[in-house]
C-alpha cells in the first residue's frame, strides 16, 4: 500500500480509539471536557501578594513571590490526567516551574526528606512521597492549554503530579514542606488512599 491509497476514517478512528483506551486506566471513562471539582470555595487571584514557598520541616529554604516564580525555567509538558471521581483526559498542555527546577535553585540535588506535604490557599493539604515529585514528575503549573490557569482550576497555579490520581494535584499551591514522616492530607484523613494510583485503582483507604 503506498501513501496515496485511501485509508477509510472508520479504520482509522478504531485504530486511534484502541491505542487511547490502553491509556486509560481501569474504572475510568474519558472526558474532553474539563470538569471542576473543589472542597470549598474559588479563591480569588491576588498575583501582588502571592509567594509560594519549599521548605525542609520547620526551615524555610526559599520563598518566590510571583514575579521571581515566573523567572525560574519555564518547563512545558503534554500528560494524560486521571481523577479519582473515573474521568480521564488525555494530552493535556501544560506549563510552569518542575519541582526538579526549585530544588536546584535552592542548591539541591534531591528532596531534603522522603515525604512532601503539600499546602494550598485556604488549608487545604495533600501528601506525595518525595521521589513521585522528582524527575520530571511533577510541576508547579502556571499555565492549561496555552492559557494562564483559571482560578477553578487552580490558577494562578497548582501542583501536577499526573501520574496519581488527580486530588495529589492540589490546587492553589503555596508550600511544599519535606518531612522525614508522612503525613496524611485532607482527603487522605477522610478515607481516600494515601498514594492514590489510577493503574491500581488506589481510590480510597485499603483498595
Excluded at 496515496?4 to 472508520?10: E, K, L, M, V, Y
Excluded at 474519558?30 to 525542609?56: C, I, K, M, R, Y
Excluded at 494562564?148 to 495529589?168: D, I, T
Amino acid at each position: 500500500m503506498n501513501d496515496d491509497t485511501p485509508i477509510s476514517r472508520g479504520f482509522s478512528g478504531r485504530r486511534r480509539a484502541d491505542a487511547d483506551a490502553k491509556r486509560i486506566p481501569p474504572g475510568q471513562h474519558l472526558t474532553s471536557d474539563f470538569p471542576v471539582l473543589s472542597a470549598g470555595p474559588t479563591p480569588e487571584p491576588d498575583l501582588v501578594n502571592w509567594q509560594f514557598s519549599l521548605g525542609d520541616g520547620d526551615t524555610k529554604l526559599c520563598e518566590w513571590d510571583w514575579a521571581q516564580f515566573g523567572a525560574l525555567t519555564q518547563t512545558d509538558i503534554t500528560v494524560d490526567i486521571h481523577c479519582v471521581t473515573s474521568w480521564s483526559k488525555l494530552d493535556t498542555r501544560w506549563r510552569g516551574v518542575s519541582i526538579d527546577t526549585l530544588l536546584e535553585a535552592v542548591g539541591l540535588n534531591e528532596p531534603p526528606a522522603p515525604f512532601a506535604v503539600i499546602t494550598c490557599e485556604g488549608g487545604y493539604t495533600t501528601n506525595v512521597p518525595s521521589e513521585d515529585l522528582i524527575d520530571g514528575k511533577a510541576m508547579i503549573a502556571t499555565h492549561f492549554d496555552g492559557q494562564p490557569l483559571s482560578p477553578e482550576h487552580g490558577g494562578p497555579a497548582r501542583l501536577l503530579v499526573p501520574h496519581l490520581y488527580f486530588w495529589k494535584s492540589a490546587k492553589w499551591v503555596r508550600a511544599i514542606e519535606f518531612r522525614e514522616e508522612d503525613e496524611p492530607g485532607f482527603w487522605e484523613q477522610l478515607g481516600y488512599h494515601n498514594y492514590g494510583d489510577p493503574w491500581r485503582e488506589q481510590r480510597y483507604d485499603g483498595d
